[in-house]
């Protein structure tokens, strides 16, 4: 590895060419609240490097960073394609063995049937929030195991 890889800071360039310091490691979500609590509230997803990357993903090197928030461009293709994974497991666990394909999001609004849509509104809740609850609990674990690791280093 490099000497870069290596160091245990990382330097983030911001769109206005702005450089922060972070320790390595450090999260897109992380720097959006050290910029401001409101660009954190809003992030979607942070573009490094040219790249979209998840806000919780660790940048481990110096990289162009810029947040995502719902007023850019492409933030609606984002919220489609995120919305179109859950209403897939919310699908699948309504109608099991239904398959899932691979493709855009779709642009347009599409019709069901008035019970459907009551089951499929549960069902996308209830999806949401497993999703929502796993996320945060891998990201705690994520921060929990390096202190774990202090104390009992077997």
């Not at 110096?62 to 994974?85: G, M, S, Y």
């Not at 855009?104 to 609850?133: K, Y």
């Amino acid at each position: 590895m490099s000497e870069a890889t290596l160091a245990p800071k990382v330097n983030i360039t911001l769109p206005d060419g702005k450089v922060l310091t972070f320790a390595r490691g450090v999260t897109g979500a992380e720097i959006a609240a050290a910029i401001g609590p409101g660009l954190a509230k809003a992030a979607l997803i942070v573009e490094i490097n040219g790249k979209q990357w998840d806000l919780f993903r660790p940048i481990e090197a110096d990289a162009k960073l810029r947040v995502i928030t719902r007023k850019d461009a492409e933030a609606l293709e984002l919220i489609r394609h995120d919305t179109a994974h859950v209403l897939a497991m919310a699908v699948q666990e309504l109608f099991p063995g239904t398959q899932v394909t691979i493709g855009p999001a779709i642009e347009d609004e599409q019709n069901l049937h008035a019970e459907s849509a009551g089951q499929m509104r549960q069902q996308l809740v209830e999806a949401l929030f497993v999703r929502v609850m796993f996320h945060e609990m891998s990201s705690r674990l994520q921060h929990s195991i390096p202190i774990w690791k202090r104390i009992r280093p077997d």
